[in-house]
């Protein structure tokens, strides 16, 4: 199986503190990924590396099998980050509009927004359950129904590759199972690979396919189960030496297979 991004040896450090240190990280066409983490561990470093805004001191990061400086098809890679569902209820946009900003690097400035156009629109927002929302003003959402417009913004572009910055931090507790479903709908139906971010360590594994450990360096990257047969056996290898840093959330609600 192809590998979306491969990332060999690779290290990073801010002035004297090394953030990153020897990260060696695969990760397959397909699979719905989650980068595990406490605060301060250096996973928006590493995903400042991938989206290519800092650069490897040393070690390589390959994109769809290219080495990142010559990588140039970045519309493949679909990106949200953390401040994406901050908007208030003042913003002057609909849903609508938020995610048709989105197709601006494919139509210019929407100097030819036609049928099509708006048949893409309404397709991602269809695909994030929000489709019934179109004409809504976005700062009247809720937060997580906000990440789920911005994820759709995402989509327009038709990525492969969808990266998510810590995306369940403004989703109200009774609704994060939903909104994992709907990630995991994306990745099975329609073939996305995801890579999120997350501290949230203690309900993550049974609603993705992989799980990487990082702090500092990468303690564990495989498939879940191997994650939960490793954690049962030794805690501090999974998790390295802080795992009493850990923000513990025993909210095991349903499993999503
Ligand atoms: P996480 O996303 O896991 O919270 P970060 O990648 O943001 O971790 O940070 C990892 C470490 O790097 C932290 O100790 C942080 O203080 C430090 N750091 C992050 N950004 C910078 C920066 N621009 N300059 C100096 N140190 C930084």
Known sequence: MQSII??????????????????????????????VGPNGSGKSTLLKLILGLLKPQ?????????????????????????????????????VFEVVASGLTKKLGMFK??????????????????????????????SGGQQQRVFIARALVSEPKLLILDEPTVGVDAENVNAFYQMLNDLNKNRGITLLLVT??????SDKVTHVACLN?????????????????????????HDVHLIAHNHDHGGVLK
Do not use: C
Request: hydrophobic fraction near 35%; charged fraction near 25%; avoid cysteine.
């Open 112 to 141: 030819f927004f036609k049928k099509e156009h708006s048949r893409i629109v309404l397709d991602a927002l269809d695909a994030v359950g929000m489709k019934n929302f179109h004409n809504r003003n976005i700062g009247e959402l």
């Open 6 to 35: 491969e990332i060999k040896h690779l290290f990073y450090r801010y002035e004297k503190d090394t953030v990153l240190e020897n990260i060696n990280l695969s990760i397959p066409d397909g699979s719905f990924l989650a980068i």
């Open 199 to 204: 501290h949230d360590i203690g309900t993550i």
């Open 216 to 240: 500092k360096n990468m303690h564990f990257h495989g498939e879940t189960s191997e994650f939960e047969q490793l954690k049962k056996e030794d805690m501090s290898k999974v998790y390295g």
């Open 58 to 94: 040393k070690g390589e990061i390959f994109l769809f099998g290219q080495e990142i400086s010559k990588f140039k098809a970045w519309q493949q890679i679909g990106y949200v980050s953390q401040k994406a569902n901050s908007f208030n209820t003042g913003f002057p946009a609909t």
